[in-house]
T-cell receptor, first 113, second 114 residues
Framework: AQSVSQHNHHVILSEAASLELGCNYSYGGTVNLFWYVQYPGQHLQLLLKYFSGDPLVKGIKGFEAEFIKSKFSFNLRKPSVQWSDTAEYFC???????????FGGGTRLMVKP | DTGVSQDPRHKITKRGQNVTFRCDPISEHNRLYWYRQTLGQGPEFLTY????????KSRLLSDRFSAERPKGSFSTLEIQRTEQGDSAMYLC????????????FGEGSRLTVL
């Protein structure tokens, strides 16, 4: 069965710092990759997705992620974080366009003003 | 407003009682999922419906857990004989079309078993 690992459980940054959150998955076949975000007190929502094509994908609010197949990674990046980016971020994967979205354990990001 | 509505938002029950959660999806979404999320963990897949058909239920945590979607619209998740370990957030999510990972989540139903 596939699994998703997020190595950073808690990240604290100051505003304007650059962000990179790690995500690795364990499946050698065709994957679709996702980052979801949960702002404090709100529901999970899709941040960005990768299905095929350009491995650098851009999402909402200036986030981007790069799919590196050889490293089984899909790291999330943002050049300059804002206080409003404080949230929990979840990496997720489906395999072979299947119906089960498997989530990582999440990374809680705190941005200090 | 996410469009996916869950009820109740919070449920406190005593061990051994049965509980039922309801999910009302976005109207045109034919796919409906239930996930469980415990503190410090990511959501864990439980079961999946396409319209009224339950296509995956092997991940339901035990035979105390069951889910239905009788008319392909709202869904219910029932937990019988609750245990303290069932305390968690139960999330409903829906989707449409072939982009199976693009889900719209509800705000969840938090269960506390005393």
């Amino acid at each position: 069965a596939q699994s998703v690992s997020q190595h950073n459980h808690h990240v604290i940054l100051s505003e304007a710092a650059s962000l990179e959150l790690g995500c690795n998955y364990s499946y050698g076949g065709t994957v679709n990759l996702f980052w979801y975000v949960q702002y404090p007190g709100q529901h999970l929502q899709l941040l960005l997705k990768y299905f095929s094509g350009d491995p650098l994908v851009k999402g909402i609010k200036g986030f981007e992620a790069e799919f590196i197949k050889s490293k089984f990674s899909f790291n999330l990046r943002k050049p300059s974080v804002q206080w409003s980016d404080t949230a929990e971020y979840f990496c997720a994967v489906t395999i072979n366009a299947g119906n089960m979205l498997t989530f990582g354990g999440g990374t809680r990001l705190m941005v200090k003003p | 407003d996410t469009g996916v509505s869950q009820d109740p938002r919070h449920k406190i029950t005593k061990r051994g009682q049965n509980v039922t959660f309801r999910c009302d999806p976005i109207s045109e979404h034919n796919r409906l999922y239930w996930y469980r999320q415990t503190l410090g963990q990511g959501p864990e897949f439980l079961t999946y419906f396409q319209n009224e058909a339950q296509l995956e239920k092997s991940r339901l945590l035990s035979d105390r857990f069951s889910a239905e979607r009788p008319k392909g619209s709202f869904s219910t998740l029932e937990i019988q004989r609750t245990e303290q370990g069932d305390s968690a957030m139960y999330l409903c999510a829906t989707g449409v079309g072939t982009n199976t990972g693009e889900l719209f989540f509800g705000e969840g139903s938090r269960l506390t078993v005393l």
